[in-house]
């Protein structure tokens, strides 16, 4: 096998290479170091006078060969690349390799080298490898790794599901292609997550950084830091362990499923079920849900989605058995509602008829394929999403290394000064190398991860407080990029409860004539109330789509059971039985049933005018007046029709005819007309989107009049609206034509004809689906996407290639519509948004009910520790009281109960009394149930404000990457703001860690010549106030508007770049300066003793304020405030922490306080001396602002994209 050929089949697979472990001797953490330790002993005890001479070069080889071999052993964990080259050899054929190294496209977790296993069966040996938890399985006909296949993916004829009886014969092919149907999520140990953490590069380095510090006696500073690293990595890996527990609970738990295998019904357990096995699927508990992803071959079931999609509307499925068995099934399209996803729940099923495949299931419910199972399901792929690509946040991308280069080269600089120059001085050679070594350190900032991390954990933990969960936190920070902001409309911009308004078509005088269903004819309330998808539940409610809802209502019929209609007429009951559904399809724009109702047969159908238009036998002569009329003003138009087929058809017969014939030779029955309410924040939100330079369109699969009228009340358009769209009419070899609204200019025009430019500066562009299609291959099509404001009458396929090409033209693009008609708009877009239909009540209740059952986790956890000490258990939280029975570890059980709503009885009250009856004391109990209740609810308060909200199935939604449980639009600014906030935090963050670096390495330079060091307290005090600065750094809020400015999109740039250098010169200068008035009043030693103990000077004294006023002003100047954030004042720990910075250096340079100079160890300083520090701290600072605003003005970056702009 050529090592260039594609070895696994995958789109999330970059490349692979197959791989043998090197031997343990050839490696390069081995071999060399088998000659270097003897020669170096070799040398230590023969050659030691003539090549090491002295104990100092002794320590520094030593340290050298040790050094580099632990980074040696090291860089494997840090890169999959070195990983390879170090400890394994490249192998061209699979029967000599043991593992495969797989890298990963970008954003799809991380690259890994993972064993090849190697199964032996009678009949075969079968190669595999698992990776992100799949299990990838070698195939000798294309020399290929593939994830298992599975036949739903190769679009299978009908047939095969409809005739299929299960699966016969051995099983045991199956059960190694696909394995157990389960999620295994094994937890590692404390110690195995924090092996990982504590061998990050990061990490590592700091502790060299610190082993350095102690070495040069900074006893303090040194295990201070060392204690804040590993108190930071713990905290982590309590998180990490937390989340993946949570992942843990995400799959269904085992149960007992009746299975059709052999031809005979068997009790299996779910977790082996296999694809290709036929299953009844009944009603599921309260801890149980659908095992895996299904095909309803026969009846039909109510679902629930919400732990999937989000979406809390329970949705008719129905089955595949009457569809014709010679066409292919179209998973996203018309068989889309005969797919039971994994995960979801089932509310109520309707057993098959008689006439089934095989004989009826002992449990008698709805018969299912199973198609899919394990990580293979879309609740597995979501699960898989969450652990994989939703990694910790890491500093290795290409940047944050160029950037650390830049650092460096420097920091060389500054040692390579201190090394020359102290080699003149004859300065000690042990002593000079680590001061050195501490000199480059001092530029790798070591805050770097923590600060990352915590900038993207406190935008995604603001989102939480909105009700925002996002399962890719590395998107969070391009939503500050934004460019293009889509919105579907019905849902997203209009709610989703439509008003029915009344029917129009009954008059010819008045096109806007609205009438009421009493007032229309018959025919046209039994069409209503028979075309349509809602089914009533055992329980009694009626579920389905709301706008059906509305429409059976205006007309007055009830959905009885079994899918009967009832209406009273006269005094007598209507009754119309629903025979057959062809539910709605987004690809026909239509929706038809058969009914039964006095014995005829009634076909309705229910769509989009233009759809129903085609198939009507007669179109009366104002069709298209009237229902454009309506959708001129914003209203939501169907058109509904009928004819009747044979009386009392045979059953026979109803399960063979197709549904094009059904939908064709149509009667017109009216238009049913509909308000589309817009969402109360949809105005201001496209307000806010406008004015912050974003370009808002509109994509939709409503009419194009209802979808350009929405967007003229929210402003997306704002100019005479032109639409291109099929003519209605002939108009010889011209395919497309150009109209207005009212349509007064029509302008037919070829597919292929120069589209006239002139058009966008006058008009805003508006254009169809069927349009659209027209124009793929045309040379404009760019352009005229670029200034299109209104795309309606799309399809799916077209909104996803809608977005793909804006990310082509290299705009950063937002989808925002439901989790369900826009998957793949969502997945393409830059930032996707899903908003759900859920209130902020419904929200609160559901987190109250999180927080009750995390509070019971902890108070149990305290009972089994309280029991094992042989102590009474602490008496239950008020929160949790009413949890438990009255008792006296629960004082609080009555107040509880009343919080609950729950009236308080007399026999209540006599048993609390009598359960309270205890030796111990009342005040005691009340205390302790105090201080519980504390402990928990600050615990809780503390997660909230500095965590991420840990993910749980029903939070996230597997259509998009960013999550809204609520309906609000305003969702999207949440985000951009919280993506802007992230972006501007961590540049702030790079330019003040790199004016940091730079200065310290440049101070420390300058203080080891002279042989002086930082006082152990000094190093403490003013490590501590900036650790409290840099803590903060990343807490600022963003600011209710958007503003106009985008921030910078990375490091590398005239601006950020120019500002470092800028800022960094005015900072050497002073310190410049300073060290050369320092030396004419306390001339430098020509030998400083480097053993002596700290003492302090007025060299120490002056380069520790110096330093310590220039980290002010690196902080102040540099903080990115508004207007992406709130300002540098209302952020309390960052002023407060640089105040007290500030106050400090200028304290000490005026003597102001001298007993605050006393206890920081500073000299006494002349008056002169004194006043020519304190200036110099003043112009660092007013010189670095200086900077710091000349080059924003002139070359900070913060100009929107073109096409945010109406007329370009």
């Known amino acids: 096998m050529s090592s260039h050929a594609k070895l696994v089949d995958n789109p999330a697979v970059k490349s692979a290479q197959l791989l043998t472990p090197k031997p343990l001797v050839n490696r390069p953490y081995v071999f060399p170091f088998l000659i270097l330790y003897p020669w170096f002993t070799q040398i230590y005890l023969y050659n030691y006078d003539e090549y090491i001479k002295g104990s100092e070069w002794t320590f520094v080889y030593l340290g050298s060969i040790i050094s580099l071999q632990a980074l040696l052993l090291l860089m494997p964990n840090w890169n999959i690349k070195v990983d390879t080259l170090f400890n394994y050899d490249q192998v061209n054929s699979l029967p000599e390799a043991t593992h495969v190294m797989i890298q990963t496209n970008p954003n799809n977790g991380a690259s890994a080298i993972v064993p090849i296993a190697r199964d032996q069966y009678p009949d075969e040996t079968q190669v595999s490898f ?21 036949t739903i993916d190769q679009s299978p004829k009908l047939s095969v599901l409809q005739q299929s009886k299960g699966i016969s014969g051995d099983v045991s092919l199956l059960e190694r292609l696909y394995g157990k149907n389960f999620f295994d999520i094994p937890i590692p140990t404390f110690w195995e997550l924090f092996k990982e953490h504590a061998t990050a590069p990061f990490f590592v380095f700091q502790v060299f950084c610190v082993g350095l510090w102690l070495m040069d006696e900074f006893w303090y500073y040194s295990l201070f830091t060392l204690f804040m690293l590993v108190s930071f990595e713990f905290t982590s890996v309590f998180q990490r362990r937390t989340t993946m527990g949570e992942f843990r609970t995400m799959g269904v738990k085992p149960f007992t499923i009746w299975v059709h295998r052999d031809n005979k019904w068997s009790q299996v357990s779910t977790v082996d079920l296999l694809p290709g096995d036929l299953v009844s699927i009944n009603r599921t508990g309260d801890d149980s849900a659908i095992p895996c992803d299904l095909v309803l071959v026969d009846g039909s079931a109510i679902v629930n989605e919400a732990m999937l999609s989000g979406e809390s509307t329970p949705l008719l499925k129905e089955s595949i058995k009457l569809r014709p068995g010679h066409e292919e099934i179209q998973l996203e399209g018309l068989d889309k509602n005969s797919i039971l996803h994994g995960g979801t729940k089932v509310l109520q099923v309707n057993a098959p008829t008689a006439n089934s495949v095989v004989k009826a299931a002992p449990d008698h419910g709805a018969l299912a394929i199973v198609c899919k199972t394990g990580f293979e399901t879309s609740q597995g792929s979501l699960v898989r999403v969450m652990i994989f690509s939703a990694e910790r946040v890491s500093v290795g991308n290409a ?96 709610g989703e409860d439509l008003v029915f308004e009344g029917l129009a078509g009954f008059s010819e005088a008045d096109i806007r004539h609205l009438s009421k269903p009493e007032d229309a004819p018959l025919i046209t309330n039994q069409v209503l109330a028979s075309a349509h998808a809602l089914v009533k539940l055992d329980d009694g409610e009626v579920v389905g789509d709301p706008m059906e809802k509305a429409t059976l209502d205006a007309v007055g019929y009830q959905v009885g059971e079994n899918d009967i209609v009832t209406k009273e007429i006269d005094g007598k009951l209507e009754k119309i039985k629903i025979l057959r559904r062809f539910q709605f399809s987004s690809a026909l724009k239509r929706s038809a049933s058969i009914s039964s109702i006095h014995g005829k047969t009634l076909v309705s159908v229910k769509g989009a005018p233009e759809t129903i238009r085609e198939r009507l036998v007669t179109i009366p002569a104002n069709y298209e007046d009237i229902y454009k009329s309506f959708t001129r003003s914003g209203s939501r138009v169907l058109a509904v029709a009928y004819k009747y087929l044979e009386d009392n058809i045979a059953a026979n017969k109803l399960t063979k005819i197709e549904r094009a014939s059904v939908e064709e030779g ?53 100019r005479e609206v032109l639409i291109l769209d099929a003519p209605e009419e002939h108009h010889g070899d011209h395919e497309l034509i150009w109209r207005d609204v009212q349509e007064t200019k029509i302008v037919p025009v070829k597919s292929t004809d120069a589209i006239d430019v002139g058009l966008f500066k006058t008009n805003d562009i508006a254009i169809t689906g069927y349009a659209l299609a027209k124009l793929l291959e045309h040379p404009q099509l760019h352009d005229l996407i670029k200034h299109t404001w209104v795309y309606a009458r799309v399809s799916p396929t077209q909104k996803e290639f809608i977005l793909n090409t804006l990310k082509h033209l290299g705009y950063n693009t937002l989808m925002c519509g439901d989790g369900t008609n826009d998957v793949g708009a969502l997945k393409q877009a830059h930032v996707g948004v899903a908003l759900l239909n859920g209130t902020e009540e419904g929200m609160k209740k559901m987190q109250e009910s999180r927080q009750i059952e995390a509070q019971q986790k902890v108070y149990e956890k305290q009972c089994e520790l309280f029991t094992s ?29 009343e919080a609950q709503g729950i009236e308080v009885t007399d026999d209540m009250r006599e048993l609390a009394a009598k359960a309270t009856v205890s030796a111990a004391a009342p005040q005691s109990q009340d205390a302790q149930g105090q201080l519980a209740d504390k402990l928990l609810s600050s615990l809780h308060d503390l997660e909230e404000e500095n965590q991420a909200p840990t993910l749980k199935l029903g939070d996230a939604s597997v259509a998009a990457p960013f999550t809204s449980k609520l309906t609000n639009v305003s969702t999207v600014t949440n985000i951009i703001r919280q993506g802007r906030v992230a972006l501007v935090s961590t540049i702030q963050m790079y330019k003040i860690l790199a004016l940091n670096c730079l200065i310290s390495a440049y101070s420390l330079s300058v203080i080891y010549l002279a042989g002086v060091k930082f006082g152990d307290g000094q190093a403490t005090v003013s490590g501590l106030l900036i650790s409290v600065c840099f803590l903060s750094i990343s807490k600022g809020q963003p600011v209710e508007k958007l503003s106009k400015e985008r921030p910078q999109p990375g490091i590398f740039n005239i601006y950020i770049m120019g500002s470092i250098l800028g800022q960094f010169a005015i900072h050497i200068a002073t310190l410049v300066y300073i060290t050369a008035e320092i030396y004419k009043l306390e001339p430098r030693e020509p030998k400083p003793d480097l053993e002596k103990e700290f003492a302090p000077s007025l060299l120490n004294t002056g380069i520790f304020l110096i330093q310590l006023a220039q980290q002010v002003s690196t902080f102040a100047v540099n903080y990115q405030g508004r207007p992406f954030k709130e300002g540098i004042r209302d952020n309390k720990g960052m002023y407060y922490g640089l105040l007290a910075v500030a106050g400090l250096a200028l304290a000490g340079a005026t003597e102001f306080v001298p007993e605050l100079n006393e206890a920081m160890k500073f000299v006494p300083m002349d008056n002169l001396f004194k006043f020519k520090l304190t200036a110099t701290l003043i112009f660092d600072y007013a010189g670095s602002w200086a900077v710091e605003l000349v080059l924003k ?10 096409i945010a702009q109406r007329d370009f």
């Not at 990838?136 to 790794?145: G, N, V």
């Not at 040692?415 to 050195?436: A, H, P």
């Open 130 to 150: 698992l990776f992100q938890k799949r299990r990838f399985i070698y195939h000798d006909s294309d020399k290929l790794f593939t994830p298992p296949k599975f």
């Open 399 to 494: 940047e944050s290394f160029f950037f650390i280069g830049f650092l460096l080269i420097f920091a060389i600089a500054a040692s390579w000064y201190v090394w020359v120059e102290g080699t003149k001085m004859g300065r000690i050679q042990n002593k000079l190398i680590l001061d050195c070594i501490l000199i480059i350190t001092s530029v790798v900032p070591p805050e770097l991860p923590m600060e990352l991390t915590m900038a993207v954990n406190t935008s995604l933990a603001a989102l939480g407080k909105f009700y925002i969960y996002c399962t890719e936190p590395f998107r969070i920070p391009l939503a500050g990029r934004i460019d293009v902001c889509c919105f579907d409309k019905t849902g997203t911009l209009t």
């Open 666 to 718: 149509l009667t017109f029955a009216g238009f049913i007309v509909f308000h589309c309410p817009l969402k109360d924040d949809a105005i201001e939100t496209i307000a806010m989107l406008n004015e912050s330079s974003h370009r808002s369109i509109m994509i939709t699969g409503d009419n194009p009049l209802t979808a350009v009228h929405v967007a003229k009340e929210v402003k997306i358009v704002e």
């Open 869 to 897: 000490w042989n102590r009474p258990a602490p008496p239950a939280p008020l929160k949790i009281a009413h949890l438990y029975p009255p008792g006296p570890s629960n004082p609080h059980y009555l107040k509880a109960i």
């Open 1193 to 1202: 003005y002139f070359f900070m970056d913060s100009k929107c994209a073109d």
